[in-house]
T-cell receptor, first 113, second 110 residues
Framework: EAQVTQNPRYLITVTGKKLTVTCSQN?????MSWYRQDPGLGLRQIYYSMNVEVTDKGDVPEGYKVSRKEKRNFPLILESPSPNQTSLYFC????????????FGPGTRLLVL | QQPVQSPQAVILREGEDAVINCSSSKALYSVHWYRQKHGEAPVFLMI?????EQKGHEKISASFNEKKQQSSLYLTASQLSYSGTYFCGTEARSQGNLIFGKGTKLSVKP
């Protein structure tokens, strides 16, 4: 089944404790992206990747890191999480350049205490 | 730079029509439309590209006015399943940076 998977789906952590949210797609898509969703603010892009080893900042990259060493994986790293990073996170992928359907993962709900 | 969606919310009866607008202050390459139901991930509806034609998908269609940098999503003869929050996403250049509006909450009542 073609899909985008994220792990974990739910995470409670404490300020400063490094964490990684994994994202994987099995559709051989070149484009991948991370978003956060907060009430009243809609979806905001954190980072995106046009292909392996190519990543770019979105609108809210501060406090986040990403890597794209393989085509299928695009992990999101929070080196030192803070409470303002409490949010719902979505990973998404698209076949090629962003002019095509983007498929979203199920989301990861993060709470930073 | 975030596109502005209007209205913020709308309530319909089954069978009624609705229009959701998305406006940007920047020149756009593409406009994307998504629907998100409560507790679920956004689901792609359609993309409109600069220079492209109006798109349609059953009773949901959209247009893109390049001169005004505006897009409109048309929902005709609404069904209960149309309920959800609709987001437009805009791309200024074909480079991958997608900026979403804050969303329009649509509620369809029996």
């Amino acid at each position: 089944e073609a899909q985008v998977t994220q792990n974990p789906r739910y995470l409670i952590t404490v300020t400063g404790k490094k964490l990684t949210v994994t994202c994987s797609q099995n559709m051989n898509h070149e484009y991948m992206s991370w978003y956060r969703q907060d009430p009243g603010l809609g979806l905001r892009q954190i980072y995106y990747s046009m292909n392996v080893e190519v990543t770019d900042k979105g609108d809210v990259p501060e406090g986040y890191k990403v890597s794209r060493k393989e085509k299928r994986n695009f992990p999101l790293i929070l080196e030192s999480p803070s409470p303002n990073q409490t949010s719902l996170y979505f990973c998404a992928s698209s076949p090629r350049l962003l002019g095509e359907t983007q498929y979203f993962g199920p989301g990861t709900r993060l709470l930073v205490l | 730079q975030q596109p502005v969606q209007s209205p913020q919310a709308v309530i319909l009866r089954e069978g009624e029509d609705a229009v959701i607008n998305c406006s940007s202050s920047k020149a756009l390459y593409s406009v994307h439309w998504y629907r998100q139901k409560h507790g679920e991930a956004p689901v792609f509806l359609m993309i409109l590209l600069k220079g492209g034609e109006q798109k349609g998908h059953e009773k949901i269609s959209a247009s893109f006015n390049e001169k005004k940098q505006q897009s409109s999503l048309y929902l005709t003869a609404s069904q209960l399943s149309y309920s959800g929050t609709y987001f437009c996403g805009t791309e200024a250049r074909s480079q991958g940076n997608l900026i979403f509006g804050k969303g329009t909450k649509l509620s369809v009542k029996p």
